[in-house]
């Protein structure tokens, strides 16, 4: 039988609940994603899609692991990476962070700026 197999699909909510009992949160979104909105989580790890193969062996393999994406594609692909080579505790969280903030989970946000908060800025460093 494939490890493919073992990926299971947990959504937002059940997550945070087995992040709370010790699972390791991955999300596989780029910096630029994480930087405008990010899991706010105890312990999240952040290994881009676009490196994941690399570093997957960073990974613990004995953690209950999640996998996480902006819409749960990428992290579908990453589980089942995971998955084929040993990791035996892998979940897929469905429809990713997107769901998340939908269901009120907690999040980090960039705090957004004004399109004309540049000139703001040249207005106070003013003598």
């Given at each position: 039988?494939?490890?493919?197999n073992?990926?299971?699909?947990?959504?937002?909510a059940?997550?945070?609940?087995m992040?709370?009992?010790?699972a390791?949160?991955?999300?596989?979104?780029?910096?630029?994603?994480?930087?405008?909105?990010?899991?706010?989580?105890?312990?999240?790890m952040?290994?881009p899609?676009?490196r994941?193969?690399?570093r997957?062996?960073?990974?613990?393999?004995?953690?209950?692991?999640i996998i996480?994406?902006?819409?749960g594609?990428?992290?579908?692909?990453?589980?089942?990476?995971?998955?084929?080579?040993?990791?035996?505790?892998?979940?897929n969280?469905?429809?990713g962070i997107?769901?998340?903030e939908?269901?009120g989970?907690?999040?980090?946000?960039?705090?957004?700026?004004s399109p004309f908060?540049?000139m703001?800025?040249?207005?106070r460093?003013q003598?």
């Amino acid at each position: 039988m494939s490890r493919e197999n073992k990926v299971k699909e947990v959504t937002p909510a059940n997550a945070l609940s087995m992040i709370k009992q010790g699972a390791l949160l991955v999300d596989v979104r780029e910096t630029g994603e994480i930087e405008r909105n990010a899991f706010d989580v105890s312990e999240v790890m952040s290994v881009p899609m676009s490196r994941f193969q690399s570093r997957m062996q960073e990974i613990p393999a004995e953690r209950k692991v999640i996998i996480a994406c902006h819409s749960g594609a990428r992290s579908a692909m990453a589980a089942r990476m995971l998955s084929s080579h040993g990791h035996g505790k892998v979940h897929n969280m469905q429809y990713g962070i997107a769901r998340w903030e939908r269901e009120g989970l907690p999040v980090k946000k960039k705090p957004s700026s004004s399109p004309f908060a540049w000139m703001l800025k040249l207005i106070r460093k003013q003598p």
